[in-house]
């Protein structure tokens, strides 16, 4: 018997510039897996945020076991027994974590101990497969142990309903797979689950129905048993082409080595060392994949590399020149385009304009800005990869976190013209943008010799992407792989020896 | 004896900075910007005086309504900011030159009385009977009182917790709003008292202007401790123990300017420590301190 949980009827949300939810309407049964796909900016996070009240909706209404419900906070949403876990952990770093967990329990008082819920916290993270002292502060953790802990703490809320929105992305392959058992047990206790994810065979995988948005509107809702993968490409895309990936790489790899890498120490924010005596080269037009898990000392490698991060000991040169130490503006004027791992706080500024986002880039900043060339190129940019926004004009804080993502990589791309440095370049994009962008930087390496380092979590990205692939664990590079030699197994078990 | 004449004479100053440099602090851990202390302070020993004329030196009236009238002005501040996108900065020296102003309103009157009555205030601190140890027996209660809950509690998490990312706070389920008032109303009182120390244990005389400067020697107490209470006992006293030592350093040949700046160059000296130091991590700046918190604008 097929009972309903969540309803959500006609549910519209606009915000300046745009119809983000148009007439929205879908249900959750209870005990199911429902999986909300659809293309950047379809409106996927922008519906699960009305279930857990951070947006209200414009009109419509939201039912919940039969009862007409208006969700106007987070709190709301969590006495009724929503939790959202999304892809940027919503932790507070400074906390320690009963701190963060104690905050959403509110059964207890103002002056409850937070050692009252230490040992309930413990066992919760022990059957997660977390062996963390719950009173250690956030920052120290990595990406995929906050995203634990946000899990942790929507079962100590007693959460009914989960929204997972890209929860799963970035989580490395075992962790998900542990995380769906979980899940399918939870659902099996009555309670149900909705998530958003962009890659359509882990919604295959895990769901029991999917409900496909596409600019704002239902396309459809099919049971997994009935979906196949091109049906709902084709709902997700219309009759977008998905272009076959069909660039020769090999050819393009030249002689000359355009990033040089030798015995590099660099510390971490803790004053520990991440990067451990890392030598790599990278040729000109070569792509070189860096895989492990997150936290190897990816981002430290990086943050060296763009003169963001003081090199403790070693040598970094790009195209010759040792940039070792330099700083950030010299590195990018030798043509370095940087995509660095958290775009909204390194990349964009979000509460300027398009078009401003773009005149940031070295290329425009001479003493007077030209910005008839930023518009022209603004404009062309959005045309180009598709970035959905009002206008160059507009706040891009008011664009969805895909197209700013597009924002951002359009901009390095066409600024690169030595060396990109990308960390995970296609993240939280759908599969035909980040098919676009793998296509993008192919193209530009095979044309104009364009080098690029890169960093994923995402093994298919690493081994579809890589010319040759690295892989990266406590700091260490442990192990350099032709892209044709490498296989997936041997590639996993370095990466979490 | 010298220590003991020194810890002596130095308390009244030191638990009247203490007090309202650990109010300032848990105003700042929840991420108001506050810089209407001094004027507060200032409205405060003035309200502490005028009562005390009134009621015939009352131990606890005076002590009650600057406590209510210090929350009153620290409750605008507090709803203002959290509740509008407005500046802290600009709102809170506006409530200064108000609280500077009304001061005078307030305490004008009551000094005309005390020059016709001769009515005496305050209650002073002998050094020969024991009582000022007293004085430090409730600044170092309160020091662990306050350094508990902040630490240990669910109400130190959410001060904390609106304090460093209001919008994240909200998404776990903090009411911000709720919790910078409640950090407002026990912050203040705080700053209230310590008011009420320094008129009726410390001055115990007014006139126009009594007070000014005090609150911002509170306010360096409180950056230069990181605002953490355990460490305030110790910047309290070393600058309670620098003003009232004051004229004692004038005589070591020092300039007077220098001896009135040496508050602040020893709260700049104190940060410099810390930031250069590992210290940094457990005493630096709530990190949305003082930024316009708004819940309805659209996040990514």
């Not at chain 2, 900011?81 to 009157?109: D, E, N, Q, R, W």
């Not at chain 2, 009385?113 to 170092?140: A, D, F, K, R």
Request: hydrophobic share 45%.
């Amino acid at each position: 018997m097929l009972v309903e949980h969540i309803v959500v009827k006609e549910v519209t949300k606009r915000f300046p510039g745009t119809l983000a939810l148009d007439k929205v309407s879908f249900t959750v049964y209870r005990g199911e897996i429902h999986a909300l796909l659809g293309e950047n900016g379809a409106g996927k996070s922008t519906l699960v945020k009305i279930l857990y009240g951070i947006y209200t909706p414009d009109e419509g209404e939201v039912y919940i076991n039969g009862k007409k419900l208006v969700i106007t906070s987070p709190r709301d949403a969590v006495a009724h027994g929503i939790v959202l876990v999304s892809q940027t952990p919503t932790l507070i770093n400074d906390l320690t974590i009963v701190e963060n967990i104690i905050l959403s329990l509110r059964h207890y008082n103002l002056f409850t101990r937070t050692r009252r819920v230490y040992s309930e916290v413990y066992s919760v993270l022990e059957s997660l497969g977390l062996g963390i002292d719950p009173n250690t502060e956030v920052y120290k953790l990595t990406y995929t142990q906050k995203q634990m802990i946000e899990i942790a703490r929507a079962l100590l809320l007693k959460a009914k309903v989960l929204l997972l929105d890209e929860a799963t992305s970035y989580l490395p392959l075992t962790e998900k797979k542990k995380l769906f058992d979980f899940l399918k047990k939870y659902v099996k206790k009555g309670n149900s689950v909705i998530l958003i994810t962009h890659k359509l065979p882990e919604a295959l995988e895990i769901s029991d129905r999917i409900t496909v948005l596409r600019k704002g509107k239902v396309v459809g809702t099919v049971e997994k048993k009935k979906a196949d993968i091109t049906v709902i490409r084709r709902m997700m895309f219309g009759d977008t082409e998905f272009a076959p990936e069909a660039i020769k790489q090999r050819e393009s790899i030249g002689n000359g080595v355009t990033l040089f890498i030798e015995n590099l120490w660099v510390k971490g924010e803790l004053g520990e060392y991440m990067v451990r005596n890392v030598t790599l080269s990278v040729r000109k037009g070569e792509i070189l994949g860096i895989a492990g898990i997150t936290g190897s000392g990816q981002i430290e490698l990086f943050e060296a590399i763009m003169g963001l991060r003081k090199v403790e000991r070693g040598i970094i040169k790009i195209d010759g020149v040792d940039t070792t130490n330099k700083d950030t503006g010299f590195i990018r004027s030798l043509g370095v385009g940087y995509i660095p791992d958290n775009p909204l706080e390194h990349g964009l500024s979000i509460d300027h304009t398009l078009a401003e986002n773009i005149a940031l880039c070295p290329k425009y900043s001479s003493f007077i800005i030209d910005w008839h060339a930023i518009r022209q190129d603004a404009d062309r940019l959005v045309r180009e990869y598709g970035i959905v926004t009002p206008s160059i004009n507009t706040p891009i804080k008011l664009l969805s976190g895909g197209n700013l993502m597009k924002m951002l990589i359009s901009r390095e791309l066409e600024y690169a013209t030595k060396l990109l440095v990308a960390y995970n370049p296609t993240r939280g994009l759908d599969e035909y943008t980040a098919n676009k962008v793998r296509r993008n930087i192919k193209e530009k390496k095979a044309k104009e010799g364009l080098s690029v380092i890169f960093a994923s979590e995402d093994l298919d990205e690493i081994f579809e992407l890589s010319d040759t692939i690295a892989v990266m664990n406590s700091g260490r590079i442990v192990g350099v792989f032709d892209k044709y030699r490498a296989t997936r197994d041997r590639v996993e078990e370095l990466m979490v020896m | 004896m010298y220590i003991v004449q020194v810890l002596s004479t130095t308390a009244p100053l030191m638990l009247a900075y203490y007090l309202a440099s650990l109010g300032h602090s848990i105003v700042e851990k929840s991420g108001v910007l506050n810089l209407a202390i001094d004027g507060v302070f200032v409205l405060s020993v003035a309200v502490a005086f005028a009562q005390a004329i009134y009621t015939w030196n009352n131990p606890l009236i005076p002590v009650v309504i600057s406590v209510a009238s210090s929350i009153a002005v620290g409750l605008i501040l507090v709803y203002t900011t959290s509740k509008l996108p407005v500046s802290h900065g600009a709102i809170g020296l506006s409530l200064m030159f108000l609280c500077y102003g009304l001061s005078g309103v307030i305490g004008v009157p009551a000094r005309t009385q005390q020059g016709l009555t001769g009515q005496e205030v305050g209650y002073p601190i002998s050094p020969v009977s024991s009582v000022w140890v007293l004085l430090y027996i409730v600044v170092v209660g309160l020091g662990f009182l306050l350094h508990y809950i902040l630490e240990r509690t669910k109400l130190g998490a959410m001060i904390k917790a609106s304090g460093e990312d209001p919008l994240v706070a909200e998404a776990l389920g903090v009411d911000v709003l709720k919790t910078r008032i409640l950090a407002g109303v026990l912050g203040f009182a705080l700053i209230g008292l310590g008011a009420s120390a320094f008129e009726l244990l410390y001055t115990r005389i007014w006139r126009e202007g009594t007070g000014i400067g005090h609150g911002w020697i509170a306010f360096a107490v409180s950056l230069s401790s990181g605002r953490h209470p355990l460490l305030g006992i110790i910047t309290a006293f070393l600058f309670a123990l620098l003003y009232e030592y004051r004229f004692s350093i004038l005589a070591v040949g020092l300039p007077r300017e220098m001896a009135d700046a040496l508050p602040y160059i020893t709260a700049i000296t104190a940060m410099v420590i810390y930031m250069a130091t590992p210290l940094k991590t457990k005493l630096k700046t709530p990190k949305s301190l003082g930024k316009p918190f708004f819940k309805e604008e659209r996040t990514i």
